[in-house]
């Protein structure tokens, strides 16, 4: 079966810089998402990776090894918006797509 | 343009009871998805459709079931509803399959009691 591990919460303070770790163990790979998801609202897409590197978009940047099964999602500037769980999800062979249990991220002053 | 629409917003269910739950898209995209959220276990697909006419089963798709008549629309059902069923559904959908974003209704909280 397939398997995605995150770390279940982290706090980190405004203006700093936070990473979160996503590892993921597919039958076959067709890359990697990161979703954002506000308390009692829907999922919103933040990142898509299906090669190795980083990808930078303003302040979130989502990096993928493809060798390691492993992928990080990097917030910078912390914003207390930014306060909300952060799913991690890969696409394996069968195009499905499989969600870790979440990172909830608390920003505080 | 409404995006994807799920209704109702919420629900509260006798065990036993027949339930369908409705979704909507407006962005003619070709993939829909039937997802549940609990508390601990994360978002799990239940059942999806890469095309009108089509329907797969995802990883926990017993006791409920699909249909895709056209690519609009694409409702849940419940035939007989038990309280482990209690969860908030988020119905997606994507253009083509799930290598592409998946865009989220805003979901239907249901207790079964």
């Known amino acids: 079966g397939q398997n995605i591990d995150q770390p279940t919460e982290m706090t980190a303070t405004e203006g700093a810089i936070v990473q979160i770790n996503c590892t993921y163990q597919t039958s076959g790979f067709n890359g990697l998402f990161w979703y954002q998801q506000h308390a009692g609202e829907a999922p919103t897409f933040l990142s898509y990776n299906v090669l190795d590197g980083l990808e930078e978009k303003g302040r979130f940047s989502s990096f993928l090894s493809r060798s390691k099964g492993y992928s990080y999602l990097l917030l910078k500037e912390l914003q207390m918006k930014d306060s909300a769980s952060y799913l991690c999800a890969a696409c394996d062979g069968s195009y499905q797509l499989t969600f870790g249990k979440g990172t909830k991220l608390s920003v505080i002053p | 343009i409404a995006g994807i629409t799920q209704a109702p917003t919420s629900q509260i269910l006798a065990a036993g009871r027949r339930m369908t739950l409705r979704c909507t898209q407006d962005m003619r995209h070709n993939a829909m998805y039937w997802y549940r959220q609990d508390l601990g276990l994360g978002l799990r697909l239940i059942h999806y459709?890469?095309?009108?006419?089509?329907?797969g089963k995802g990883e926990v798709p017993d006791g409920y079931s699909v249909s895709r008549a056209n690519t609009d629309d694409f409702p849940l059902t419940l035939a007989s509803a038990v309280p482990s069923q209690t969860s908030v559904y988020f119905c997606?959908?994507?253009?083509?399959?799930?290598?592409?974003?998946?865009?989220f209704g805003p979901g239907t909280r249901l207790t079964v009691l």
């Open positions: 997606a959908s994507s253009d083509s399959d799930a290598t592409d974003t998946q865009y």
């Open positions: 459709s890469n095309t009108a006419g089509t329907t």
